[in-house]
T-cell receptor
């Protein structure tokens, strides 16, 4: 069956450290993968997109990697801050469709 | 201000009483979509629309209807709500069908008694 999985447990890290979140998918061949941030009670906000032919993408303190062989994307936040505390969602659009599939998200808490 | 708006933001209703949740975007986006979010299940797509008069089912369309008569509006209709449709609902839009970024509304929290 087709699945997209993120660490279901919350991730607690110390301020200033690098947070690494994982997104694994099975039985999809996405052309790209997206990462969103969601704060409690609010709609997701787009952060980064990485295409299948890209290994790595950066935006300020954020970095995303995409390994189509492992079927995995890693999302890194360097020099993390308490304001980075939120739930992070990965999403993909299966090739040949206009649908979107989201992971269940990983809740990140950055401790001061 | 460019935005996606939803109304109402909160709604309590009873089983079987038809309701409509409105969604509107002021960005001239082609693609619009509805999601529901439930604890442990994440965001699941209900319906999406590639343009006016073009809609298709997402992963969880049962019990819902949509229409896209105008580009800016994409209402979600629950003809006969049931308690299992209690959820947090989000509308989203993208500039084009092939766009890779979605802009989400603020959400509608629905409780069906």
């Amino acid at each position: 069956s087709q699945k997209i999985e993120q660490n279901s447990e919350a991730l607690n890290i110390q301020e200033g450290k690098t947070a690494t979140l994982t997104c694994n998918y099975t039985n999809y061949s996405p052309a790209y993968l997206q990462w969103y941030r969601q704060d409690p009670g609010r709609g997701p906000v787009f952060l980064l997109l990485i295409r299948e032919n890209e290994k790595e993408k950066r935006k300020e303190r954020l970095k995303v990697t995409f390994d189509t062989t492992l079927k995995q994307s890693l999302f890194h936040i360097t020099a993390s801050q308490p304001a980075d505390s939120a739930t992070y969602l990965c999403a993909l659009s299966p090739s040949g469709t206009y649908k979107y599939i989201f992971g269940t998200g990983t809740r990140l808490k950055v401790l001061a | 201000e460019a935005q996606v708006t939803q109304n109402p933001r909160y709604l309590i209703t009873v089983t079987g009483k038809k309701l409509t949740v409105t969604c509107s975007q002021n960005m001239n986006h082609e693609y619009m979509s509805w999601y529901r979010q439930d604890p442990g299940l994440g965001l699941r797509q209900i319906y999406y629309s590639m343009n006016v008069e073009v809609t298709d089912k997402g992963d969880v369309p049962e019990g819902y209807k949509v229409s896209r008569k105008e580009k800016r509006n994409f209402p979600l209709i629950l003809e006969s709500p049931s308690p299992n449709q209690t959820s947090l609902y989000f509308c989203a839009s993208s500039p084009r069908t092939s766009s890779e970024t979605q802009y989400f509304g603020p959400g509608t929290r629905l409780l069906v008694l």
